[in-house]
């Protein structure tokens, strides 16, 4: 099953006139100037650009990590701009989720362990939490690798695993920061074909920030940051 | 509950550092669970004093003996129900080092004013018609293997029989008991009957040692004391009376005020825990802040992540600090053992129990906030772009 780039009901992430400046020993840092972006539902977008460009400000904000200047952001009809902290973590929670460069799993907890820590803020029984999971490590292949620590893991897997944990609590959005980043390219050829199979055949949204003009072939388009502003 | 591996997954992150913790705060609970149990030993006296008892002493000297006639003069001060005597014997066992005490009494008066002392019907019958009748604690009883109808050799050290001959012997015919720990302390003593001892002893014949008075009302022991007291004033044998508890407190501190010094181990100990295991969870957390941040990312509001780190703290200290009490609780009957009842039973009391939660649950939260606070104010970007 294909699903397209569904053009109803408006776009999915839709940022209005986005500033974002930060202060760092004094001085003023303009990082973002005026972004007005659409993102439809279904979209697998891939945010390119230089270092220093502001695609990871872009993408933070986007994902509810951080809070924008000035301008509106709104994520599946919700003003995510607006939201205090408590409520902005709820939000994330429920409807977006992340995948890093560095995978950023817990080296205490098994991979079952890591793809459930989401669900804990759910009300979800303890059974139909790991039931879940589990349905999440089959997705990207992993059911096998339940039980192991991510330090028993390849790079690939451990990706992969982050992406089960991105994935477990069915959000609208997901973001990722340099996914293939720290993979060979064999790998990380699998692991975009894992973004592009959830994207194509579960309709999830993708935004990701890459550096890899190959790893952005694989997102249905490319957009370009330089200097904070989007290129046309 | 659903947090608890987690807590448990970061508690545990580094195993050797965190059971060396353990270790040692565990190591400061049990020192804590001792020594309370040694301050309560101490106090047992205290505990166990009745607030409707009076003592009535010399006002001088409480070697000072006052007259036994003073006994039916103190039973006419309105407020007084019943009055009973004894005396110090200074008894010396088999040899110098089986020191115990030894009180001269007339049996039924001091049965009947210590009621929490068991003894059973008969033995009590016994002891108050036998002339050289004695009873002793069921502890002494089974330190020095004495069996019930035999005679007990005595030497005294400070009342001569007639003949001036120090050494006595009594007919064992009774064993005194109690359930409450802190009263069974107090059995840990050899009681004579007065009968004999009177007529036979070489001097100090028709006096005794101190009146112990009961009286009706607790709330009217400082104006029955004063009532007593004036009785005897002006004449040769004035006399001192005051609360049960307020004597058995200032006999205690003759010997020293254990209770503060083991405070001042105590609090020295518990700094010294404070400050290493806040030093461990500092450095806990420090190391794990993108751990904390990608919590954050995940969903985890401020609050939650600061509860995660409060709760890793907690968790130690009462996981450190029950294996403690528990290490405390399983030593104390093999210390009573090695003491042979010579110190009052070690034991550790309900107050001590609730003091170590308390302590526990202060030291958690001492050591757990501030990196809680640093976990709270954790901004997502910058622990994930290694800003810290």
Known sequence: MSAEVADNGGPLVEIRGVTKHYRRG????????????????????????????GKTTLLNLIGGLDSPTTGTITVDGARIDQLASGDLARWRAANVGFVFQFYNLLPVLSAQRNVELPLLLTDLSAGERRRRAAIALALVGLEDRARHKPRELSGGQEQRVAIARAIVTDPVLLVCD??????DRVTADEVLGLLQMLNREHGT????????????DHARRQLHLDKGTLAA | MRFVPLILAGLFRKKTRTLLTLASVMVAFMLFGLLQAVTAAFESGADAADAKRLLTTARYSIIELLPLSYRARIETVPGVVGVAHAEWFGARYQNESNAFPVFVVDPARYLDMYREFDITPEQRAAFERTRTGAVAGRRLVDRYGWRLGQKLPIASEIHPKADGDMNWEFDLVGILDADDPAVRGNTDMVLINVALFDETR??????????????????????????????????????????????????????????????????????????????????????RIPELAILKT??????????????????????GGGAGMGAALAMLPGLNQTTGGRFPPLYVTESTWMIAVLIAVALGLAVGLPPAWRAHRLRIVDALAGHR
């Open chain 1, 26 to 53: 004094g001085e003023r840092i303009e990082v973002l100037h005026g972004i007005d972006l659409d993102i439809p539902r279904g979209d697998f977008v891939a945010l390119m650009g230089p270092s220093g460009s």
């Open chain 1, 178 to 183: 340099e996914p293939t980043g720290d993979l």
């Open chain 1, 205 to 216: 949204t993708v935004v990701m920030v890459t550096h890899d003009p190959k790893a952005a």
């Open chain 2, 202 to 287: 070489q001097f100090g014949k028709g006096r005794t040692g101190w009146y112990i008075i009961r009286i009706a009302d607790s709330s009217q022991a400082k104006t029955i004391s004063a009532a007593v007291d004036r009785l005897f004033a002006n004449s040769p044998d004035e006399t001192k009376t005051q609360p049960e508890k307020e004597f058995a407190v200032g006999f205690a501190k003759q010997i020293g005020d254990i209770g503060a010094l083991i405070s001042r181990i105590l609090a020295a100990v518990f700094f010294t825990i404070l400050i290493l295991t806040g030093n461990t969870m500092a450095q806990s957390i420090r190391e």
């Open chain 2, 298 to 319: 995940l969903g985890f509001s401020d609050a939650r992540v600061t509860a995660l780190v409060l709760g890793e703290a907690g968790l130690l200290l009462l996981l």
